[in-house]
């Protein structure tokens, strides 16, 4: 899977990246969920993917939920954090540690951001993108 070069991104060209999210459930009888993970990510790390996996494994054995998709949203560069790495060097490397991913996915949009975005924001970004503008998963 290639990835994108996040350099070349701007909030005007901004879309939604939804080809790893499933749209149909496999079980009628689940709640879809999106688990979505906003950090830094200076560097991403294996234990950060691994969430995923563990979340998803959580949600498939113990809960009525049905995992159709993740998504690492790295902070924009507004955040200072020392020695954080600009914001699209962050976003590449999240992208290229999922690149063998069918399920997680990097949503660049906060990354985009001049201003800080408080997380409350970018999981309304995530709700309004999936169920408003996608339509939901069915």
């Not at 990835?3 to 459930?25: E, I």
């Not at 200076?42 to 234990?47: A, D, G, N, Q, Y």
């Not at 995992?67 to 976003?91: I, M, N, P, Q």
């Amino acid at each position: 899977m290639s990835t994108t070069d996040a350099s070349q991104m701007s909030l005007d060209t901004y879309t939604f990246p939804h080809s790893r999210l499933r749209r149909r459930l496999t079980s009628p009888d689940r709640t879809p969920l999106v688990l979505i993970a906003c950090g830094s990510f200076s560097p991403i790390t294996f234990l950060h993917l691994r969430m995923f996996e563990m979340a998803a494994d959580y949600a498939r054995f113990n809960t009525q939920f049905e995992v159709v998709g993740a998504y690492l949203s790295c902070v924009g560069d507004a955040y200072k954090k020392t020695g954080l790495v600009k914001a699209e060097h962050r976003v590449n490397m999240c992208s290229l540690a999922v690149q063998g991913s069918s399920w997680i996915g990097v949503d660049p949009w906060e990354a985009l951001h001049e201003e800080y975005l408080e997380t409350a924001k970018v999981l309304d970004h995530f709700n309004r993108e999936i169920n408003e503008n996608l339509g939901g998963v069915r």
